[in-house]
């Protein structure tokens, strides 16, 4: 990975009224949306990583581009995002938002 000051990954979680960036603590009892914004990165690959394992993956479509991936209710754990080239090799690393559920 070559390091760069023209790109950006920012990654947000919300459910409901409640939102978490990297880092962040968010309730994934409801379910919830993780929102990716990457900068400098166009024809890359944004992929969305619960608990170790890649869940899915969306076209980053321009230099300025905003993904969307929902996730499922009861999605314990923790989510975060990562940015990869065409040949799979990682241009952005997103930390962890972390996931609670409560137990019933």
Not at 27 to 41: E, K, N, Q
């Amino acid at each position: 990975m070559t390091g760069t000051r023209n790109r950006l990954l920012e990654v947000t979680a919300t459910a409901d009224k409640a939102e978490a960036v990297m880092g962040g603590t968010i309730a994934g009892d409801a379910g919830l949306r993780i929102r990716a914004h990457v900068v400098g990165a166009a024809g890359a690959t944004a992929e969305l990583v619960v608990n170790g394992a890649v869940a899915t993956r969306s076209p980053v479509a321009g230099d300025d581009a905003h993904v969307e991936f929902p996730l499922a209710p009861r999605s314990c754990g923790w989510a975060a995002v990562n940015v990869r080239d065409g040949q799979g090799s990682p241009l952005l690393i997103g930390n962890p938002i972390y996931l609670t559920c409560r137990r019933s």
